[in-house]
């Protein structure tokens, strides 16, 4: 990857969770309303530098990017995010787990 | 009549599409696109104001030198007008 070696490709398939499913889902939203274009995404992924594609993975880094570019589109304030992302976090760690399996 | 064109050799900073490895590269313009929106400006929020695209067609001797293991074949890069420099006729290898 940016011309240097990275061993040899995993081609076999695999799963998405479903947050990864909304992450993209979210990108077509974000696209489809005018809020930014893939342009931008790309902007954000490649000025993340190098160590973000060593420690992050693909729809870490998505979510990552999609977050600044609607920072940066007015869709929502810094403050709003932080006020929200406590919301869910009181919500507890089991939250997000259904109630039968 | 063949156009020749080289791609210019800057590297600003920021979003860029024109791949790093055809940059100071000699090619001929295969085809030309039309204009399409600047996603160098729709990168940071601006309108993107459409520019001409061209497909551009290099050998694999021009960017890799005549040592590469198929320089007769080529690869084609769409880039935009912008990146890229008329030139009277490719330099000597």
């Not at chain 1, 893939?38 to 977050?67: C, K």
């Not at chain 2, 005549?66 to 080529?74: G, N, V």
């Amino acid at each position: 990857m940016g011309g240097s070696l990275a061993g040899p490709i995993p081609t076999d398939q695999h799963d998405f969770a479903l947050w990864e499913k909304r992450v993209d889902a979210l990108m077509v939203i974000c696209s489809g309303k005018g809020h930014f274009t893939v342009d931008g995404l790309r902007r954000v992924l490649e000025d993340m530098g190098p160590e973000a594609f060593e420690t992050m993975s693909y729809y870490e880094r998505w979510v990552a990017s999609i977050n600044q570019n609607l920072i940066e589109a007015g869709v929502y304030s810094t403050a709003e995010l932080a006020a929200r992302m406590s919301e869910v976090a009181a919500r507890g760690a089991t939250y997000g787990d259904a109630a039968d399996g | 009549m063949v156009e020749w064109v080289r791609v210019r050799a800057d590297m600003p900073p920021g979003h860029v599409r024109t791949p790093v490895y055809l940059r100071g590269k000699t090619g001929w313009v295969e085809r030309h696109l039309g204009p399409f929106p600047n996603p160098e400006a729709l990168a940071y929020g601006h309108d993107g104001t459409p520019t001409p695209l061209m497909r551009i067609r290099f050998t694999m001797s021009e960017i890799w030198g005549t040592d590469t293991a198929h320089p007769d074949d080529t690869v084609d890069a769409e880039i935009y007008a912008h990146w890229l420099e008329n030139i009277e006729q490719p330099h000597a290898p």
